[in-house]
């Protein structure tokens, strides 16, 4: 489809790939490390991430050729963070959320077949789900992301599918059953759950966020804790109940 399409500049596509080859948490990656990430040619990589430095989209960490992302992407992070009033609005009562039940919770949009997490607070417990602003994680195997999914009208559910099933591949038809499952719980039950699917030792429940006004997008909540303290019970008969309070708090609105 790119190829078909005229305004499509495909420099530009490959700087940003190289830009979102970077992971949360990462420091610092080579030519090398970037071009096995992103499938281009390393000669390629190499006059992109020049570039990418010059334009102060990189910074290259003295000679030895270890690239970092550069403060020019905080200033364009931070405005697309400003973009979402609700952001600003939920911050302060997933705070409290987070301390009163002693889970994490996160506000998530959906970027492809991922959620982005726009959002995290984590209650002061030893041990919490470590993930943060910028995290991406699966839409089809988390809490989060059925949560996001469930919510949407049928519509545009459909149209995700092709997407989540390149995404998967051999996967897919196992994934998509638990998709469909986690539609009628939502329906039935008011959340979604993923328990132990993501990441084996936490718990998690969602919930679906509508869009606050016309044109922005819809979002999700979750709330989540560690195996350990928290089993399916609690998930369900405590935290779940309590993060939908939380979502008629951020959005009012009938459940």
Known sequence: MQQED??????????????????PGEGTLSNQELARRTGLPKSTVSRLSHTLTRLGYLQQDGDGGQYRLGLALLALGTAALAGYDVRASAAPL?????????????????????????????????VSVQLSTGSRVPLATTAIGR??????PQAEREALLPLLAARHGADWPALETRLR???????????????GEYEPDVMAVGIHLPALLPGQPAM????????????????????????????????????
């Open 94 to 126: 997933m705070r409290e959320f987070a301390l009163a039940n002693n889970v994490s919770v996160s506000l998530a949009l959906c970027d492809g077949s991922d959620m982005v997490y726009l959002e995290t607070c984590r209650s002061q417990a030893r």
């Open 6 to 23: 005229r305004q499509f500049i495909t420099a530009l596509a490959r700087g940003l790939e190289v830009l979102a080859a970077f992971r």
């Open 220 to 255: 999700a909540l979750n709330a989540s804790g560690p195996a350990f303290a928290f089993d399916q019970t609690a998930m369900r008969e405590a935290v779940a109940p309590a993060l939908r309070a939380l979502r008629l708090r951020i959005v009012p609105m009938p459940a």
């Open 147 to 152: 949560a996001y999914f469930a919510g949407l």
């Open 181 to 195: 499952q986690a539609c009628a719980d939502y329906r039935l039950r008011g959340y979604t759950a993923s328990f």
